[in-house]
């Protein structure tokens, strides 16, 4: 435990991302010896050799989880196994060594124990982790990967959104296309998110929030900023469903909020539930004839993230159910934000043991 | 100047990219304050907050350039003035902060002149330079760029493949897409390189050294590896072309010696110059017919690199032109490292100052 402590901010102070817990985990790896011993160490700069591969060619991977307080004071994770599976999918992608996804669970699992102190306990407030791998390999040549790192940081945050469950609007984008089949919008690369902050920009210009990415001449549609996307439609024969584009042509990436939906919506049976290739011309027809009925985004950082308006070119339309605690949307987010902070007893959320065994090599 | 020089080692033990010089150029940027004085500094490891945008979001492009010594003992740049507009394309396209290119060449040169005893003196041999900027921004939030960093690093540097001016083979990757329309395929941003290592594997499977990347079901010819590429082929109307992909559709990345040999081929009016999107299928039909004459990429690195095969499902295709010193792309290196190293006087070939001055804010 780091006897020089950081500063800490009140709750409400606390935006998305910008305070450091005391601690990080700190794994090496390097393609002679593996993984070297998991190290718990106060939280610093990372000194890199300036050659390293992460800084020139985007070798680097990511997650986001978030850890949750519950009325006995327990920690809880929400679906970590399924952040780990993801992590190391991630990292075959980008040709980062393999690892244990159970052991560098234990290994987070120590690190917000030590850290426990840091999470806020209100509710729509938590701790942010943020595992990370990345190459280090300290040569310029575009080579395989011979040294690598894996860092986990811990950060409290207050509600994504300050001003709380506010819905917000989006700007399809299709100048700037953020993934296709092929490339890596099935992957939690850096390299998916870096090239759309241009793309926020253009979205603010047309008074929205965040971008709606589509591709191909179709305008299929991927993602939202950087969540996934949900709308409630009645179809042309007026049935109702739950659509959100489909993975299969890996340019989607396996939100683990999006399968939870989608794994609720199942379950709940209101509507149909679909995941399919959607053109935006279907979702604007749907418009055109008064049938989008709800819109949300999915995402570990926002849970869900209500939109009530898409602007395409120019024009913007409006999903048709009004805003109350009947919808879709709403009964979701209770749900799973009970389950998140262990109101609601459920297998997807994971107790923290209070102590775990870490010291042993990965 | 550093009073403690970093080791060397003789030029045969060069590989690319293993060795760094004794110092780096270093310049720092924030929103408030913007550029700070460029700083030449020992070389050493470079410290950042672990929520740097650059180890999470891929916020990073850099450019490739080098430095050689003439017959008088001067030192020599080529065409570095492309450089610093990429770079500033690149940086833009990335949403980092712009800069004065010109300013910017000044302080490489000053870097460059502190450092020329590190670059090696035979032909074949030189100074790799990277220029390369990424935000630190230090917090989670995939946000516009609050802070970034330029460094320039210094490389002593053998021929790019050890064996020398010896040709290798492709392997036509159909799978990982390297750019498409709307990505960032013609800036150097660091997203582009890291998700294609995975395909340099491929490559090897294949018996090749490098992917030949295609996109689209039409199978457009994009780069070969890091290389940008060049068919030699007579057409069907057995006119003789020099084909390169087209700069139009944003896939590709506009090199300075792809630059530099479209407008020696358009002087030497040997053939046609044709840049053009080509679909594989073109090249194919063009190998089956025999009119594929010569194959090569460009690049910094290995200035022209020989191709003498293209491995295309399973099939092996060659062209048919024996390699010998009459070929196009023998004399096109012969001019160009004439002019790298200043034998051939050429406007391309920018003498280095001795002494710059530089130490003023940009």
């Known amino acids: 435990?780091?006897?020089?402590?950081?500063?800490?901010?009140?709750?409400?102070?606390?935006?998305?991302?910008?305070?450091?817990?005391?601690?990080?985990?700190?794994?090496?790896?390097?393609?002679e010896r593996g993984w070297n011993h998991p190290m718990i160490l106060p939280s610093g700069p990372v000194g890199l050799h300036p050659f390293a591969h992460v800084f020139h060619y985007a070798v680097e991977c990511y997650e986001g989880m978030k850890a949750y307080v519950d009325n006995n004071g327990s920690v809880r994770l929400f679906r970590p196994e399924m952040n780990m599976q993801r992590f190391r999918v991630s990292a075959k992608r980008m040709s980062l060594p393999d690892f244990d996804g159970e052991q560098l669970l234990k290994c987070i699992e120590t690190l917000v124990d030590i850290d426990k102190d840091w999470i806020p306990k209100q509710r729509g407030y938590s701790m942010y982790l943020r595992p990370v791998i990345f190459s280090t390999t300290p040569w310029l040549g575009l080579t395989q990967c011979a040294e690598a790192m894996i860092l986990v940081l811990c950060c409290p945050v207050g509600p994504y959104f300050k001003s709380g469950f506010v819905p917000i609007k989006l700007s399809v984008d299709s100048k700037y296309i953020r993934a296709w089949p092929g490339g890596t919008g099935n992957v939690k690369s850096g390299g998916n998110y870096g090239p759309t902050v241009i793309s926020q920009a253009a979205a603010t210009a047309n008074g929205a929030s965040q971008s709606l990415f589509v591709y191909d001449k179709h305008e299929y549609v991927t993602e939202a900023g950087t969540m996934n996307i949900f709308f409630l439609i009645r179809n042309e024969q007026g049935v109702k469903q739950l659509i959100t584009p489909s993975?299969?042509?890996?340019?989607?990436?396996?939100?683990?909020?999006?399968?939870?939906?989608?794994e609720l919506s199942q379950q709940w049976n209101e509507c149909e539930t679909v995941e399919k290739m959607i053109p935006f011309a279907e979702i604007k027809?749907?418009?055109?004839?008064?049938?989008?009925?709800?819109?949300?985004?999915?995402?570990?950082?926002?849970?869900?993230?209500?939109?009530?308006?898409i602007v395409y070119e120019g024009k913007e339309y409006k999903p048709v159910v009004p805003f109350d605690d009947s919808m879709l949307q709403v009964r979701l987010t209770n749900f799973l934000i009970g389950v998140q902070y262990g109101d609601i007893d459920h297998p997807w959320s994971h107790v923290v043991p209070p102590s775990t065994t870490w010291s042993k090599p990965m």
Chains 1, 2 share one sequence.
């Open 1 to 31: 435990m780091t006897g020089r402590p950081l500063p800490r901010c009140a709750d409400e102070e606390l935006g998305f991302g910008t305070v450091i817990t005391d601690h990080m985990l700190k794994i090496e790896w390097n393609v």
């Open 247 to 262: 993975l299969k042509d890996g340019t989607i990436l396996p939100g683990v909020t999006r399968q939870s939906v989608i």
């Open 285 to 309: 027809a749907a418009f055109e004839r008064g049938d989008v009925l709800e819109i949300f985004g999915t995402g570990t950082a926002a849970v869900i993230q209500p939109i009530n308006g």
